[in-house]
Each structure stands twice: as structure tokens, then as C-alpha cells.
């Protein structure tokens, strides 16, 4: 059976997250209906990551097998066709090898967190972003972030229901950059690692903004780290302002070619 990459772009606010569940609607469920439109069976998709509620991706990855030899172009037009009008879409889809796991094969995953700071309410971006009115400072988020880069054991930033076998991982890159927007201010957390633990960066974004809003010492993020104690750990920040932006697959990326770009 022919196996097919789908790059998927959702707002998560119209989903319970990405995850299947029999009594409320989800991406993977909304894929998995459209795709028995095109394929008449029942289908389990694989995806790069399990997004939570509310929680957006601009660039999540899942595979699928189907019966039909489909030309990618059309196969992503046809799903995207059959998804409306959910608040999902196929950006692009490519034919990968019978040994590509969406999951499995990806050596990194990047993550964007999005963090506005003004008085007024949003409301075009409302549902988009986690709104704080007080001013943060930028440079003093970057040393407390500095000290959760590289190889840890981040109990401290793991959900209690997190199901990983262990809480050591390695993260390669936390980037905040301030971008410039109307009527206040936002701030965008990068981060990026082969695998995250459940919560994790919207524990890390929580912990690093009180800094940035002066109530930690941005050495108190170190103190928390090592701790390994989940009650040391700042507020968990909404899920609204989060975004699966991207999925490393090395040389085996099924998106890298021209034939598989739409």
C-alpha cells in the first residue's frame, strides 16, 4: 500500500487536540473521516506529536497508507476538500517509503510560543496568544531560559501525567525574540529538541515569564531545574499561545523535493 506524509496546518481551538476520542472532535479524527471519503475503511493515521487541546500547528506531520496510488498534488486538494470547513488543512503532501514513521523517523521537533503583553484585551489575535498586561523584560527571560538548554533531568517541567519512560532529554535551542507588533508587545519563544515531555514547554514558557515580569531571579530557574520537583515549577501557561511549527526528518525529510511541494 502506497504510504503518504501530510504537512498539516490546525487551530486548535476547534479541537479537544490532536488525539482521536469517540465523543469529542479532534484533528486526527477529522483527517481520518476525510480520508475515509477518499479510501472507504477505517483509517489510523500516525502523527510527529500529540498536541493538546487548544494547542496550534503551523507545521505537524502524520503518515497514512491508502489503497489508491495518488498523485500527491491531488491527494492533498481531494482531503482538503473533504475537510471543510474544520479549522484544518493539508499544506502539503508527499509519497514516502514504506519504512517512514512520522513519529519515529523525526530526529527534532520546534516548537513556537507566542506572548503578547498589553493592557487592552485582544481581539484579533484572541485565541492565538497567551496575553499578559504586565511589562516583561526580554533580556532577563533569556538567562533564566539559559539554563534549560542542553542534556537534563526536567521532572521539575513534566506534566504528572506524562507518560515519557524517563524526564532526562536534551534541548538544543530556546530562542525568545520580541516582534514587532500594534498596540503592545510580543514575544515568541522558540524551541527546539528531538522530543519534548508532556507540558513541557508551556511549563518552561510559565516559569521563564515570571522572570520576565520580575517576580524570579532568572537564577531561580536553575534552582527549579535541579530541584527535579514538579510543585517548584512556575504557573503552566495557557495552551492558546502554542504552535507545533516544525518537524526534522535529516536527509529522509518528505518535503524537501519540488515534486512533493504544492
Same mark, same amino acid.
Given at each position: 500500500m502506497p504510504r503518504y506524509a501530510f504537512k498539516i496546518e490546525y487551530h486548535g481551538a476547534a479541537f479537544a487536540g490532536w488525539q482521536r476520542q469517540a465523543d469529542q472532535p479532534s484533528v486526527q479524527g477529522a483527517i481520518e473521516a476525510a480520508l475515509a471519503r477518499l479510501d472507504p475503511r477505517d483509517h489510523t493515521? *500516525? +502523527? +510527529? /506529536?500529540?498536541?493538546? *487541546?487548544g494547542v496550534h500547528a503551523t507545521a505537524q506531520v502524520a503518515h497514512a497508507d491508502l489503497e489508491k496510488d495518488w498523485d500527491p498534488f491531488r491527494l492533498s486538494e481531494a482531503l482538503n476538500f473533504h475537510l471543510r470547513p474544520a479549522q484544518v488543512a493539508i499544506v502539503a503532501c508527499a509519497r514516502v517509503a514504506e519504512d517512514f514513521h512520522a513519529r519515529f523517523t523525526a530526529i527534532e521537533r520546534r516548537y513556537m510560543f507566542r506572548l503578547a503583553q498589553r493592557r487592552a484585551p485582544m481581539v484579533h489575535d484572541r485565541g492565538l496568544v497567551w496575553a499578559v498586561q504586565n511589562p516583561l523584560d526580554i533580556e532577563a527571560m533569556r538567562a533564566g531560559a539559559a539554563h534549560l538548554i542542553g542534556h537534563h533531568d526536567y521532572t521539575t517541567f513534566r506534566s504528572t501525567m506524562c507518560q515519557a519512560a524517563s524526564p532526562v532529554k536534551s534541548i538544543d535551542e530556546i530562542r525568545i525574540e520580541e516582534v514587532p507588533v500594534q498596540n503592545g508587545r510580543e514575544y515568541r519563544f522558540y524551541l527546539r529538541a528531538r522530543s519534548f515531555l508532556h507540558n513541557q514547554v508551556r511549563s518552561i514558557v510559565g516559569t521563564v515569564e515570571r522572570v520576565g515580569a520580575g517576580a524570579w531571579h532568572p537564577e531561580r530557574v536553575r534552582e527549579v531545574l535541579e530541584a527535579c520537583d514538579r510543585a517548584a515549577c512556575g504557573p503552566v501557561c495557557p495552551p492558546q499561545g502554542l504552535y507545533l511549527a516544525g518537524v /526534522?526528518?535529516?536527509? *529522509?525529510?518528505?518535503?524537501?523535493?519540488? %515534486? %512533493? %511541494?504544492?
Open positions: 493515521i *500516525a +502523527a +510527529a /506529536g500529540r498536541t493538546d *487541546a /526534522g526528518y535529516g536527509n *529522509a525529510d518528505p518535503f524537501e523535493t519540488p %515534486s %512533493s %511541494s504544492l
